[in-house]
């Protein structure tokens, strides 16, 4: 409120950026394209419940430390919980991490997409779901499998090891309560929104939406 009284009042000059645009923008888009609407549909108390929590695009060590120490002291609570961490860089949140995929920067679509061909190629989609509650599926996965399923290929493009990937793809597969925790790794990009969509969009193939434990956060 003040910074605009400066700008606009006081200096005169109607360009004035806020943090909403500048910060969460592109996330907006990802979650109205998704759902129609801005909305999040999960809660904090999820991370506490989810037996996979993927951190991506945030050192939440040090952006959002309360989630961080909910989510160590949750893993030190349920020790099966396993946490991934995808970040180039290697920072305090890796601390926590069973795996840390340290993707090249801009590589989130990519990653993601071949998620969704991996889940369908290892019956890990929940067609159920898919069919009573999404529109234009069938798009997205032919979409997503424009990049192939030569895994081998991929963990080059990204810079990790096929075993890793793999690894990830497959803890992904295998645990219905998962929580995928973006932030300004993933929104803050020329391409930030589609990158939120590729992550919402394996949520929505597995049903893993507004459940206990489940969703895009």
């Given amino acids: 409120y003040v910074a605009n009284k400066l700008m606009k009042g ?6 004035i950026d806020t943090n909403s645009r500048l910060c969460m923008s592109s996330a907006v888009v ?21 037996d996979l929590v993927i951190l991506t695009g945030s050192n939440t060590a040090w952006a959002h430390p309360i989630v961080y120490q909910r989510i160590a002291a949750a893993k030190q609570a349920r ?7 995808i970040d180039p ?9 069973d795996l840390h995929l340290a993707i090249r920067p801009g590589q989130d679509v990519p990653l ?26 069938a798009a997205t ?8 399923n030569d895994w081998a290929t991929l963990a080059e493009q990204l810079g990790v090891s096929q ?17 995928t925790v973006f932030s300004q790794g993933v929104n803050q990009a020329c391409n930030g929104s589609d990158q939120g ?17 489940a969703s895009p956060f």
Avoid at 30 to 50: I, S, T
Avoid at 79 to 85: A, C, I, S, Y
Avoid at 141 to 148: F, M, S, V, Y
Wanted: aromatic share 10%; proline share 3%.
């Fill in 79 to 85: 020790p099966h919980m396993k946490v991934v961490v």
């Fill in 112 to 137: 993601f997409n071949g998620l969704l061909t991996w889940l369908d190629d290892h019956n890990g989609l929940d067609r159920d779901y898919i069919h009573a509650h999404t529109e234009g599926f």
């Fill in 141 to 148: 996965l032919a979409t997503a499998r424009e990049q192939g």
């Fill in 10 to 15: 006081f200096i005169g000059s109607a360009n």
């Fill in 89 to 97: 860089r290697r920072t305090a949140t890796c601390d926590l991490a």
């Fill in 163 to 179: 075993e890793d990937l793999t690894t990830f793809y497959d803890w992904f597969a295998a645990c219905d309560r998962t929580v």
């Fill in 30 to 50: 990802a979650h109205k394209r998704a759902f129609g609407e801005d909305v999040v549909p999960g809660c904090y108390e999820d991370l506490e419940l989810a």
């Fill in 197 to 213: 969509n590729a992550i919402i969009n394996a949520h929505l193939a597995t049903g893993r939406v507004g459940k206990p434990g």
